[in-house]
């Protein structure tokens, strides 16, 4: 209506023929220069709606970290299964694409099982295993490798789609760019483990196993992995908690990052006790035997060996890094009772006590009844 108005004084109160027609292109001048306005209008809107990265993008990106940190967890339970049940060697080469098509005729299982045959573990453990028996080991390590590869494209897949989509910041694109490679560096490290159980040993009559320090290698670089995706996906869901920067804050957040590497090292002593089967040795608690300190502690020499090769003092050591742990946590706790917390960093140290609990409770477990494969794989799927 003011429009109007205006263009009607604009063009004279005469209500001639000539007013008329000077109106008529004076309304379609505006009009025309309106509808521009709105174009650019929506233009620019629609250009401030589709800005990325946004809170939309980062819940995605976010839950996208969250189900990858969620296969890692996969990888690590089968793959403890998979060490439990002797499979690891079963494979005796690796193909990034061959491979993932199985046997499927009696000649390919066959053939397959021959080539086992050439490798110390059958020649000294599994000398009268029969081809149904091969398979069920095959198709264990199969499992493990075929999840790793779909650990992978989980990563590398999305990431090149969201990267295209402009979704990720600059700082989130170099960490994406150092999990994926991380990804494929542990598929390596995984081969480069099982080689070493592969390896002829001269005058050994010992049960073939992986090396220690390379399935530590492996366990390790998948809790970074795993802690890396995690930790990234819940920075972009959830929102940093604003408490006062305290003395006290401080010194409870430097303990609580002391506690998180006491747990991971504790884990990585855990590899060397499966590694070399120390969970056999001594199959009680809390004494070792009849004796609080072994006799064979340091038997090894140099003694800095013993440490890493010698079952006994392997046990003990994690024996010890547990106990460590569950004081740790158990300290924590007990500090967060006394300062002004979020509820979120209530639930997440109280979530910590029951777990770090169970986790001890799964160890003890595992090592009374000698090892039973559902225990143990879920005391070693428990450090996650």
Request: proline share 4%; glycine share 10%.
């Amino acid at each position: 209506m003011l429009l109007l108005l205006r263009l009607r004084a604009l063009g004279g109160g005469g209500g001639g023929g000539g007013g008329g027609g000077a109106l008529r292109p004076l309304w379609k001048r505006c009009v025309v220069r309106r509808g521009k306005s709105s174009v650019v209008a929506d233009a620019t809107a629609g250009s401030a709606a589709a800005l990325v990265p946004n809170a939309a993008t980062n819940r995605v990106l976010g839950k996208w970290m969250i189900a990858c940190s969620g296969m890692v967890v996969g990888a690590v339970v089968l793959g403890g299964v998979t060490r439990l049940t002797e499979s690891g060697l079963s494979m005796v080469d690796w193909h990034l694409i061959k491979e993932m098509k199985p046997p499927s005729t009696l000649p390919e299982w066959e053939a397959v099982f021959q080539k086992y045959q050439q490798f110390p573990e059958f020649k000294i453990l599994n000398h009268d295993m029969t081809l149904n028996e091969f398979k069920f080991i095959w198709y264990m390590e199969y499992s493990h490798r075929m999840w790793g590869r779909a650990v992978g494209l989980a990563y590398i897949l999305p990431a090149i789609y969201f990267w295209r989509k402009g979704w990720m910041s600059r700082s989130l694109k170099l960490r994406v760019v150092g999990l994926c490679g991380f990804v494929c560096f542990q598929g390596l490290l995984g081969w480069f483990m099982v080689k070493s159980g592969l390896e002829e040993k001269q005058d050994s009559h010992d049960i073939p196993r992986v090396s220690q320090y390379r399935l530590a290698a492996h366990l390790g670089s998948a809790l970074a992995l795993y802690c890396a995706s995690l930790w990234t996906g819940l920075t972009l869901l959830l929102p940093p908690n604003k408490v006062p920067n305290t003395r006290q804050m401080k010194l409870f957040r430097q303990f609580a990052r002391g506690t998180g590497g006491l747990v991971f090292i504790t884990a990585l002593s855990g590899a060397f006790v499966a590694g070399l089967d120390a969970g056999l040795v001594y199959n009680s608690f809390p004494k070792m035997g009849a004796r609080w300190v072994p006799d064979d502690l340091l038997a090894f020499s140099p003694a800095l060996r013993n440490f890493f090769e010698n079952p006994t003092t392997v046990q003990f050591d994690h024996r010890i890094l547990g106990i460590a742990s569950v004081t740790a946590v158990t300290v924590l706790y007990a500090l967060s009772r006394r300062m002004a917390l979020t509820r979120r960093t209530r639930v997440a140290v109280s979530s910590l006590l029951a777990m770090v609990y169970m986790q001890a409770a799964l160890g003890i477990g595992t090592l009374l009844l000698y090892v039973p494969t559902p225990v143990a794989a879920t005391h070693q799927s428990g450090s996650l």
